[in-house]
Each structure stands twice: as structure tokens, then as C-alpha cells.
């Protein structure tokens, strides 16, 4: 694949009034490139993945996402935001809204999609999540996987370049956690760009590419899985790796 | 609609039937003499201006309400401080000074002066907006903020983030609070007689003067302001039910009280 980078993190440091939560982060990713980030609570995971759409404002350093550098110019940041899907822990489905109109909101509010135009979009994504008879329910009567999917449905049909999860599985009963890691695995499979901050270590040894470890605020190991998980350069990683695959 | 609301009603008619003996003298609004009729329904055309007073003035306050809330939660520096001193301004003064100072002070500074029925609109929007723009504020800030960050990551505009997403959500949580602030308004209403709208009490006023019954037109006048939150309250559980609970979804199974019993008697066939 050629080698084109679509997210660059250059230096970026970001602080929470006197505490750094990110410590001259370096990250590279290329068109189709799948990254797993992990690391233990508190290491910045969040506010690293939540800087490349600017959910949060770095201080320093230089973010460079599908080509356009994302500064403080709003325009900048709307037309990233387009491009950049964006899936969280808890889900954030609109409560108020069916899961149709959850779905088809974003395409007609931000792309100008006509309703007729979104609304099939939104049923040609959730037939691919695999949940097409649940789009006149509200999020609130479906389970959490089910939602999870559909939180999944909602990014893809922005038709984003680039996919961000967020610890997708955490909130999750362990019965529902495969049926939202099967649907990663497949847009995975579809050369979508991804990164995915998980601790789920199978998942991470399928899909990705690179493997990145992060502690206090800074990305200390980043190697392709195989290596990551047979021979990790730093101890940290390998205190971090024996905690999590321990059980 | 509850049920000791419905006994309140019950114990206020006894009372009132009670009255029709000795000092009380029902005559004056009687159905049953054309003079009483003539007077009754003097009274009763006082519902009009009431309910539009109070109605106006409750659309305007939540619209003012809603964008003074916005200023503070969203605006810059400026907007902060214009929300903090309208709030803090508009809710020291009582509501009877309002409503002389929009009727008679008002005109001599921009040269209309206004029927006593729209300055009341006025005033009384004015004096329920900072109230209204602390419920929404709380209403807003309630709302999950991963709610807003779902919509920003779709790159939903602030406008379109604030209309789909966030306002509805917030509206939801706060319909009993705003239901409340009607009901305060609905007696609030009550002043704006001073300035001669021919609202229920200036009506009521007016036939005392006329016919020297206070004890029966006041009486009856409480009952008038009685039915009119009565229904406010049963509007405003219905307009709960339709728009959904504070989590969206519609409310129709968690639905109780008088009218859910009387539906739900009725499907099953029973009178
Ligand atoms: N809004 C905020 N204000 C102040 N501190 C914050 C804020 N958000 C995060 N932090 C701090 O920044 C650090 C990194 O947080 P972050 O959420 O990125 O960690 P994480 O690696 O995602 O952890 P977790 O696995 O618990 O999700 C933490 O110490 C956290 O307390
Ligand atoms: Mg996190």
C-alpha cells in the first residue's frame, strides 16, 4: 500500500491546567493503516484520539489530518469532522431520535443529503451492523451491543475516511463485546482507516497494523503486533502486557 | 389529573353549596335570573384574556428565556455578563411594578403607548423570562456531554447541535419545571387587572363595585383560577406523554393518574 499519511501527530502536547496529559506525542498513520492504542487509565488514550478531531485543543505540536492542518480555524475542523468518524464508550446515541433518524441526521444536517437519500444510506448500514429491523426503535430499547452498532452504523454513514473508537467495548457485557468486535473486524477488512483505543488483545493481534502503548501522557512502544506482544522493548509495556493478559 | 385534586374540587363545591344558605347570596351570578346570567357571564368572558395573556406571555418568556440561557452557557465574555445582569436585574423586581412601569413608564420613553393587554404580555414575559432562563440553563446543562460531542464528531453545526440534539433533550427534562412556571404565571395574570385588562379578576372587581357580592364573585373567582391550573396541569401531562420522558422515549407505559385510568377503562370496554 502506499505509503500516505492521512493523520500526522507532530510534538503534541496538551495540558489540563498544570497537568500534561500529552507529552510530545509523535503518531503516524497511512491510509488504511489500522492503529490499537493501549495503555492503563489515565495514560491519555482519550485525549490523544479526541485531539485528531478536535474534540479536544492541543497546545503545542503540529496535527495534520487528511492533508489539512487542524488549527483553530473552524472551517478546518468542520471539514475534518466530515472525514473523521468518531465511536465512545458510552455509545452517545441521541435518546430523543429513532435509530433511523440518528442515523440519517448527520448526512442531512452536515452533508445536505436529501431524507429519501440518507434514509436508504442509514438502512444500507444497518443491514451491514447487522440489526436492519431495529431502525424505527428508540436507542434506549436496544441492548448495548445493538447500540454500539448502531453508534458504528451512524459514523459510516458519513462515509468517513478515517474511524476513531474509543474503548467501544468497555461498557459492554462480555456476551455482547464479539457481536461489535465481528462488525470492527469486517470495516477492517474494507481498508478503512482506523484507530482503536481497546484492550482487547485479540483484536488488536487480528487487525492492526501498529500497536501503540502509551503511559503518562506519552506513546512509549509503538511496533507491529507481533513484535509488540513477543518482545516488547520497554518494561513498562511488559509490566502493562502481563496485568492485562494475565486473565 | 390526581386524584385529591379531584376530591380538592369536591370539598370546594361542598363548600360553596353549603354557602347557599344564610349570609351567602348566589343570586348575583345565579343561571336561573337574567340579571345573574348577565353577570355570570361577564365573569366567565374573562377566561379569554386570561388564558392569551398568560399563554403570549409564557411563549415569549421561553423564547427570551431560551436565548438569554444559550448567551450564558455558550456566549463569550460579553454574552456571560449580558445573561448574568438580565437574569439578576429582571427577577428583583416585583411583578406588579413591571407591569406600571411597561404600561405608564414605557410609553413616555418610546412615544406608543400600548392596550393594557399587550403591555401585560410585556411585563409578564419580562418578569418570568429569568426564571425560565434558569430552568433551561439547568435543563441544559443536564443533558449528558456526550451528547454534544456525538454531534460535534458528525460535524453538526452549534445551530444544528443546539436544535436536534441538545434543546430537545433539554425541553424534555425541564416540561414539569416550565409547567410549574405556567401555573405561576396563570395567577401572575391576575395583576395585569390593576392596569384595566378585562381579564377574571378585573371582571370580578369591576361586578363587586357593581353589586356589592364580594364573597360570592371572589369565591367564584377562585374557582375560575382553580379549573384554568387544573386544566393547565392535565395539558401539561399530556404534552409530557406526547414529547417522551427525559430519556426520549415516549412515556405512554409509564403513564398514570385520572386520564391514563379513564383510557385504559375505556379500551377495556368498562364505562
Ligand atoms: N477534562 C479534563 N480535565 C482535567 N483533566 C482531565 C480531563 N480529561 C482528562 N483528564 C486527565 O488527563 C489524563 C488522561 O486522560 P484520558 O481520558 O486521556 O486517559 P485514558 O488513557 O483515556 O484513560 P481511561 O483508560 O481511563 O479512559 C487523566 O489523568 C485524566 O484525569
Ligand atoms: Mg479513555
Redesign the interface.
Same mark, same amino acid.
Given at each position: 500500500m502506499a505509503a500516505a499519511p492521512i493523520i500526522e501527530m507532530r510534538g503534541v502536547s496538551k495540558w489540563y491546567g498544570d497537568f500534561q496529559a500529552l507529552k510530545s506525542v509523535d503518531l503516524t498513520v497511512n491510509l488504511g493503516q489500522k492503529v490499537v492504542v493501549c495503555g492503563p487509565s489515565g495514560s491519555g488514550k482519550s485525549t490523544m484520539i479526541r485531539c485528531l &478531531?478536535r $474534540?479536544e485543543a492541543h497546545e503545542e505540536g503540529v496535527i495534520t489530518v487528511d492533508g489539512m492542518v487542524l488549527d483553530g480555524d473552524t472551517r478546518h475542523i468542520?471539514a475534518i469532522?466530515?472525514e473523521? #468518524?468518531?465511536v465512545?464508550q458510552?455509545f &452517545? $446515541?441521541?435518546?430523543? $431520535?429513532t435509530v433511523l433518524r440518528n442515523l440519517t441526521? #448527520?448526512p442531512m444536517?452536515?452533508?445536505g443529503m436529501s431524507a429519501a437519500d440518507a434514509e436508504e444510506r442509514a438502512h444500507h448500514y444497518l443491514a451491514r451492523v447487522r440489526i436492519p429491523e431495529q431502525a424505527d426503535k428508540?436507542p #434506549?430499547?436496544l441492548s448495548g451491543g445493538q447500540q454500539q452498532r448502531v453508534?458504528i452504523a451512524?459514523?459510516l454513514c458519513?462515509n468517513p475516511k478515517i474511524m476513531l473508537f474509543d474503548e467501544p467495548t468497555s461498557a459492554l457485557d462480555p456476551e455482547m463485546i464479539s457481536e461489535v468486535l465481528d462488525v470492527m473486524v469486517e470495516l477492517a477488512g474494507e481498508g478503512m482507516t482506523m484507530v482503536v483505543v481497546t484492550h482487547e488483545m485479540g483484536f488488536a493481534r487480528r487487525v492492526a497494523d501498529t500497536v501503540i502503548f502509551m503511559d503518562a501522557g506519552e506513546v512509549v512502544e509503538a511496533a507491529p503486533p507481533d513484535a509488540f506482544f513477543a518482545a516488547p522493548k520497554s518494561d513498562r509495556t511488559r509490566t502493562f502486557l502481563d496485568k492485562i493478559l494475565s486473565h | 389529573m390526581t386524584r385529591s385534586r379531584n376530591h380538592f374540587l369536591i370539598v370546594g363545591l361542598a363548600l360553596v353549596l353549603a354557602g347557599c344558605s344564610g349570609n351567602w347570596g348566589w343570586y348575583v351570578i345565579s343561571p336561573e335570573t337574567a340579571s345573574g346570567r348577565t353577570n355570570l357571564r361577564f365573569l366567565l368572558l374573562g377566561f379569554e384574556l386570561t388564558i392569551l395573556l398568560s399563554l403570549l406571555a409564557m411563549v415569549a418568556a421561553s423564547l427570551a428565556g431560551l436565548v438569554i440561557a444559550l448567551l450564558g452557557l455558550y456566549g463569550n465574555r460579553t454574552g456571560r455578563v449580558v445573561n448574568r445582569v438580565y437574569v439578576e436585574f429582571f427577577r428583583a423586581i416585583p411583578v406588579l411594578v413591571m407591569i406600571l412601569w411597561v404600561h405608564y413608564g414605557l410609553p413616555v420613553v418610546v412615544g406608543i403607548s400600548l392596550p393594557p393587554f399587550w403591555s401585560g404580555v410585556i411585563a409578564l414575559a419580562l418578569a418570568e423570562s429569568p426564571f425560565i432562563a434558569e430552568v433551561f440553563r439547568a435543563g441544559i446543562q443536564s443533558v449528558d456531554r456526550g451528547q454534544g460531542e456525538a454531534a460535534d464528531s458528525l460535524g453538526l453545526t452549534w445551530r444544528d447541535k443546539m436544535r436536534y440534539v441538545i434543546v430537545p433533550q433539554a425541553i424534555r427534562r425541564v416540561l414539569p419545571a416550565l409547567g410549574n412556571q405556567f401555573v405561576y404565571m396563570l395567577k401572575m395574570s391576575a395583576l395585569v387587572s390593576i392596569i384595566g385588562a378585562q381579564e377574571l379578576t378585573r371582571r370580578a372587581n369591576e361586578l363587586v363595585v357593581a353589586e356589592y357580592r364580594p364573597l360570592e364573585i371572589y369565591t367564584f373567582l377562585i374557582l375560575e383560577y382553580l379549573v384554568l391550573v387544573m386544566i393547565a396541569s392535565a395539558g401539561v401531562r399530556w404534552l409530557e406523554n406526547r414529547m417522551g420522558g427525559a430519556d426520549g422515549r415516549p412515556v405512554l407505559a409509564r403513564r398514570q393518574g385520572w386520564f391514563a385510568r379513564r383510557a385504559a377503562a375505556r379500551q377495556k370496554g368498562e364505562p
Open positions: &478531531n $474534540l468542520a469532522r466530515a473523521v #468518524g468518531m465512545f458510552q &452517545n $446515541l441521541f435518546p430523543h $431520535l441526521l #448527520g444536517r452536515a452533508r428508540y #434506549g430499547q453508534a451512524r459514523s458519513m | -
